[in-house]
């Protein structure tokens, strides 16, 4: 587990109130959302990135790889690596009693968290984590459909775009020199497509690229806890 020492010009969020919604139909079973914050310049890293291979093929897992930007000055850049990646995590880290972002970390429901490198440790808190309960959501042509609940305040609606192979990436440089690391689920565009109110709503969706799967998740406000998840 590594904690860096700056990370540039990150600003920290607070979470709004928890939002309450209607549940998802009783014949869905809801997906249980893992964020893995990753990077190709941790050495901790890569028995985080082969956890997250081991649980990604389950049915009621959403698995997602996020590389951050923080350790590119080791001497790799993360092929991956975004700077909206970084703000994810670090908006996160307040409600979650984290003294700041570290990799590898991996967040459930965007409500619990764990380091990475231990399947031990993910495998208890996927147990414990409640099921999501937020707004029935469903793919139609090019929209996303997101159905009515109750809730005490906005939330954000994210789409994710991720590439669900095993991809072999060799490190040239850096704290992983010489080693080829794994990845999958990794994460290639974040975008928030606008908010949901509690009413029955939709957004559309822009094209995907190819080989790309598109998941949708209802969030609270600056890195709350998440309502709804889709993947297609």
Not at 42 to 63: G, Q, T
Request: glycine share 8%.
């Amino acid at each position: 587990m590594k904690y860096p020492g700056k990370i540039g010009r990150l600003i920290f969020f607070c979470s709004l109130p928890a939002l309450a919604a209607m549940p998802v139909a009783a014949t869905e079973r809801p997906l249980t959302v893992v964020e893995l914050f990753t990077s190709q310049g941790c050495s901790s890293c890569p028995p985080a990135n082969a956890n997250l291979i081991k649980i990604s093929n389950r049915k009621n897992v959403l698995a997602l790889s996020f590389s951050v930007t923080y350790w590119d000055y080791l001497g790799w850049k993360d092929t991956y690596g975004k700077p909206e990646f970084t703000e994810r995590q670090v908006a996160y880290e307040p409600a979650l009693r984290q003294p700041g972002p570290y990799t590898p970390q991996m967040v459930v429901n965007g409500t619990a968290t764990t380091v990475g490198n231990s399947l031990p440790k993910v495998e208890s808190l996927l147990a414990q984590t409640p099921s999501l309960n937020g707004p029935a959501l469903a793919f139609t042509n090019d929209r996303i459909e997101v159905g009515a609940g109750s809730t005490t305040g906005n939330a954000d609606v994210w789409l994710v775009r991720y590439d669900p192979r095993i991809e072999d990436v060799p490190v040239a440089r850096g704290e992983n020199s010489g080693a080829t690391l794994q990845h999958t689920h990794v994460v290639r565009r974040l975008a928030r497509l606008g908010t949901w109110d509690g009413s029955k709503t939709s957004f559309s969706l822009p094209q995907a690229d190819k080989d790309l799967k598109t998941a949708v998740l209802i969030q609270g406000a600056n890195g709350g806890a998440i309502l709804s998840a889709i993947t297609d």
